[in-house]
């Protein structure tokens, strides 16, 4: 079981990046699929998240900025993050749970496989 997390970089404030990922053997189908990020020094936090019939969840931070999508055929979730802020500086992780409905779907420890990472980077 594997989780690759990508699409991480440097961007300016305001700009744009497309975090992906893509999961191995197993199928996400009905999984929650998650994203969590940490900035140095800081706790992790909940970013998004997605069930399994397609319903996403964002934190308060997030709402209007991100958007969180998934493809079971591909085997793969993708978040598409807008307006970019200093503050969202982070490694960004993603996250499959096993129960793929909505309940705690914020809560970090229910994730059972985690990736291993991507950096984003928010300065000019």
């Known amino acids: 079981v594997q989780l690759q997390a990508s699409g991480g970089g440097l961007v300016q404030p305001g700009g744009s990046l497309r975090l992906s990922c893509a999961a191995s053997?197993?199928?996400?189908?009905?999984?929650?699929m998650g994203w969590f990020r940490q900035a140095p020094g800081k706790e992790r936090e909940f970013v998004s998240a997605?069930?399994?019939?397609?319903?996403?969840y964002y934190g308060d931070s997030m709402k209007g900025r991100f958007t969180i999508s998934r493809d079971n055929d591909k085997n793969l979730v993708t978040m598409q993050m807008n307006s970019l802020e200093v503050e969202d500086t982070a490694v960004y992780y993603c996250?499959?749970?096993?129960?793929?409905?909505?309940?705690?779907?914020?809560?970090?420890?229910?994730?059972?496989?985690w990736g291993q990472g991507t950096l984003v980077t928010v300065s000019s």
């Open positions: 053997g197993f199928t996400v189908d009905h999984f929650a």
């Open positions: 996250a499959a749970r096993k129960y793929g409905a909505a309940w705690y779907i914020d809560k970090g420890s229910d994730y059972e496989y």
């Open positions: 997605i069930s399994w019939n397609g319903t996403p």
